[in-house]
């Protein structure tokens, strides 16, 4: 059986971990393929919440196996608090957890070189999570990192102090002050916890599962507009994050993927810094904040709101090979008189443009360096709670999105809970 790809077409938080979970059931493995605890995946079920930071959003699915692939890094001390917590519910998660031996570790000394960093970029600062993601892909690219499989080496200390060592000269440079004697005892005490887990082959194991049938669904991490070479660069984050990058995060040919499932926000947010043509820096926006409870599940950060924006979106279509679209809480906007779409940019006079203006519905080169203006057209608000029926305006807003991006849209997700889903089709969508 093929693999199918469920990913975010916008810049993180679009609610995958909603959707993974959704349609987990018809799943036997879900699989992480890239990104790391930068990542949080909120899934709401029997009224309780939970937030995912690194274990796949199938976890809460008694029948499921998930895996870790390698194109994820992977900190221990997250993963532990998460792997902890999950035991607490009572989650069997040990005999359906598998680790792919060539992740990359996320080391103490890549967090504070992550903070190290940020510092210094003074006001053009990313707005990282400080989860030591770029530090440990940049080790992992510069052939320097150390990976899960390393853990059951009888060099690994001596290969963990080498590293460190390199990494304490680095923020020396920095003149970034730390003590990490207490972040490495605690690290350490994670590993131990990750050496007694499953740790696998996952170009096999996967393989292996797509030849006896198995149907697997790879779970993205953060957005298309955060892809290191697609995204808003170098406002990004570390790693591929568009659907060609399941096939390397996880061992698999790109002729094993079927699917591509992109979620995307009925409006737009960010969090961090970077360009974002249709933000809102007004009552609006911060309406859309309030309503849409919009703050980061990882750092609790107020996201940036604005309008949805259909450039961004053809792109990320594009760039995906998405089949399908599934929109997300459309439940925020019931309040709204008036929605708009940004359907186009105005950018200014630019040297990167030949010196003119133009009207232009592509994303163009280095976002952030031009001028931009977005050009919206307006859209009459359904204005109503929906409840299990899609409203006649909103029926409109929905076949004008398919239309112009050329994309069905066959489900549309009402709230935060697991149930909370309107299909627009009888006919199974994956
Ligand atoms: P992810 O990173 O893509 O998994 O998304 P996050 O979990 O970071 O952010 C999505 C937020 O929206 C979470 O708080 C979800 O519980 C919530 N959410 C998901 N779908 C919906 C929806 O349709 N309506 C509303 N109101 N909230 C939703
Ligand atoms: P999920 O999977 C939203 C953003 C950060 C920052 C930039 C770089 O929950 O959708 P990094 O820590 O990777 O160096 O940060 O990317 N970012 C996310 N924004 N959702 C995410 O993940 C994100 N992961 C990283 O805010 O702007
Ligand atoms: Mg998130």
């Not at 590993?191 to 049938?213: F, K, P, T």
Request: hydrophobic share 40%; proline share 4%; net charge negative.
């Amino acid at each position: 059986m093929a693999v199918d790809v469920i990913l975010g077409l916008q810049w993180g938080d679009e609610g995958k971990g909603k959707i993974v979970d959704y349609y987990a059931t018809d799943y036997d493995i879900i699989a992480r393929f890239q990104g790391g605890p930068n990542a949080g995946h909120t899934l709401k079920l029997n009224g309780q919440q939970f937030v995912l930071h690194t274990i796949p959003s199938g976890i809460f699915n008694d029948h499921i196996i998930n895996v870790i692939g390698n194109g994820v890094v992977i900190d221990p001390v997250v993963f532990r608090a998460e792997l902890d917590n999950l035991i607490t519910l009572g989650i069997d998660v040990k005999s359906r957890l598998l680790i792919s031996k060539k992740a990359h570790l996320i080391l103490p000394t890549h967090r504070l070189l992550d903070a190290a960093a940020e510092k210094a970029k003074g006001k053009s600062k990313i707005g990282s999570t400080l989860k030591g993601i770029a530090p440990a892909y940049m080790d992992k690219t510069g052939r320097n990192g150390l990976r899960v499989g390393d853990l059951l080496l009888e060099s690994f200390n001596d290969d963990y102090q080498f590293l460190v060592n390199k990494h304490k000269a680095l923020l020396e440079n920095y003149n970034f002050e730390f003590d990490l004697a207490p972040l490495e005892s605690e690290w350490q005490e994670a590993v131990e916890i990750i050496r007694s887990l499953n740790l696998i082959d996952c170009e096999h194991y996967i393989n292996d599962q797509i030849i006896a049938g198995k149907k697997i669904m790879a779970e993205g991490a953060q957005g298309t507009l955060l892809d290191i070479d697609y995204g808003t660069y170098p406002y990004v984050t570390s790693s591929n994050t568009i659907s060609a990058s399941a096939c390397i995060g996880l061992g698999i040919a790109p002729n094993q993927i079927r699917d591509v499932i992109g979620i995307a926000k009925a409006y737009c947010t960010r969090v961090g810094n970077g360009p974002f043509p249709s933000e809102l820096d007004d009552e609006t926006g911060e309406l859309l904040r309030k309503v849409g409870n919009e703050f980061g599940a990882t750092t609790g950060r107020e996201r940036r709101c604005g309008w949805i924006d259909l450039p961004a979106l053809k792109y990320s279509i594009m760039l995906n090979g998405a089949t399908q679209m599934i929109l997300t809480k459309v439940d925020v906007l019931n309040e709204f008189d008036e929605i708009k779409v940004c359907t186009h940019y105005d950018l200014d006079k630019h040297e990167l443009n030949n010196n003119k203006t133009e009207r232009v519905d592509r994303v163009p080169y280095d976002l952030h360096k031009y001028g931009i203006t977005p050009v919206y057209k307006s859209i009459k608000g359904w204005n109503t709670e929906i409840k299990d029926s899609i409203p006649e305006l909103l029926e409109d807003y929905l076949e004008y999105l398919e239309k112009e991006l050329n994309i069905k849209i066959p489900m549309i997700s009402i709230g935060p809970a697991r149930e909370q889903i309107i299909r627009r089709t009888a006919e199974s969508i994956i």
